[in-house]
């Protein structure tokens, strides 16, 4: 059994700043790509950034703007998302999601559980 838990998410007026987590615990035999997608309120969800095992990234260019930074710690089973320069645009529910190998056969996407965020102007 696989949990990915999400922290971070919070208020925050125009122009500061949030640092996203998501951990991944459980049977985990390796973790392929981790990412993050975003979703507002009447909007289909997208995606923000990913990051591969060997550090790879990967960014909406027309969303981050060189804003957000993604990272990881494999050790920790672990990905961040630090958002700076926030704007109200950004107000969304962020999910974090692993593709997760628990056995060197079994492999499937894990999703987080979705953290808010919510910039004021």
């Known amino acids: 059994q696989v949990q990915l838990v999400e922290s971070g998410g919070g208020l925050v007026q125009a122009g500061g700043s949030l640092r996203l987590s998501c951990a991944a615990s459980?049977?985990?035999?390796?973790?392929?790509?981790m990412g993050w997608y975003r979703q507002a309120p009447g909007l289909q969800r997208e995606l923000v950034a990913h990051i591969t095992s060997g550090g790879s990234t990967y960014y909406l260019d027309r969303v981050v703007k060189g804003r957000f930074t993604i990272s990881r710690d494999n050790a920790k089973n672990t990905v961040y998302l630090q958002l700076n320069k926030l704007n109200p645009e950004d107000t969304a529910v962020y999910y974090c999601?692993?593709?997760?190998?628990?056995?060197?056969?079994?492999?499937?996407?894990?999703w987080g559980q979705g953290t808010q965020v919510t910039v004021s102007s």
């Open positions: 459980g049977t985990i035999y390796s973790i392929d790509e």
């Open positions: 999601y692993a593709d997760i190998n628990t056995s060197p056969y079994v492999h499937r996407a894990y």
